[in-house]
T-cell receptor, first 112, second 114 residues
Framework: GNSVTQMEGPVTLSEEAFLTINCTYT??????LFWYVQYPGEGLQLLLKATKADDKGSNKGFEATYRKETTSFHLEKGSVQVSDSAVYFCALRPYNNNDMRFGAGTRLTVKP | GAGVSQTPSNKVTEKGKYVELRCDPI?????LYWYRQSLGQGPEFLIY????????DSGLPNDRFFAVRPEGSVSTLKIQRTERGDSAVYLC????????????FGQGTRLTVV
């Protein structure tokens, strides 16, 4: 079946540190891949997405590249800020339907 | 409204009672999803609708859970004989009928069974 596995947290970094949150997936065909973010007290919102192999999604300094050969979609940011503290979820949608599946989430805390 | 609306935002109910949770998706979105999110976990898929029909209800945990979307817009998640283990945040999301578009989430309904 379709599933997403992401790096367990929590992750604690100092401001301006480099961030990587790993995400790998299992799916048939070519799913679309997403990173969602949940800030404290807020709902889930889309951070970035990629719909085909080698696409790079980017937003707010975050990037993730769709790697078909390694079935991965790792989230990266070169210099995190305190305001990036949140829970990050990797998700996929199969190519042939709208059934979205999420990873368990990774809590990021950035300290000043 | 502009976003996905869920009501109520909070619901406290006694064990054994029946509850209904409502989701009002973004206008024009044909796909609608229900998820359950327990503390510290990711959204757990329950059911998704394409139009009026349940395209995939494989995530519903047992027959106490049921969802409807009779006119292809508003959806209601119904839970019978609630148990303490049903306590969670129930999330609704909607998306356009396309596999590469994002799902927009509501703020969720926090259900507490006491």
């Amino acid at each position: 079946g379709n599933s997403v596995t992401q790096m367990e947290g929590p992750v604690t970094l100092s401001e301006e540190a480099f961030l990587t949150i790993n995400c790998t997936y299992t799916a048939t065909g070519y799913p679309s891949l997403f990173w969602y973010v949940q800030y404290p007290g807020e709902g889930l919102q889309l951070l970035l997405k990629a719909t085909k192999a080698d696409d790079k999604g980017s937003n707010k300094g975050f990037e993730a590249t769709y790697r078909k050969e390694t079935t991965s979609f790792h989230l990266e940011k070169g210099s995190v800020q305190v305001s990036d503290s949140a829970v990050y979820f990797c998700a996929l949608r199969p190519y042939n339907n709208n059934d979205m599946r999420f990873g368990a989430g990774t809590r990021l805390t950035v300290k000043p | 409204g502009a976003g996905v609306s869920q009501t109520p935002s909070n619901k406290v109910t006694e064990k054994g009672k029946y509850v209904e949770l409502r989701c009002d998706p973004i206008s024009g979105h044909t796909a609608l999803y229900w998820y359950r999110q327990s503390l510290g976990q990711g959204p757990e898929f329950l059911i998704y609708f394409q139009g009026t029909g349940a395209a995939d209800d494989s995530g519903l945990p047992n027959d106490r859970f049921f969802a409807v979307r009779p006119e292809g817009s508003v959806s209601t998640l119904k839970i019978q004989r609630t148990e303490r283990g049903d306590s969670a945040v129930y999330l609704c999301a909607s998306s356009l009928d396309s596999s590469n578009t994002e799902a927009f989430f509501g703020q969720g309904t926090r259900l507490t069974v006491v």
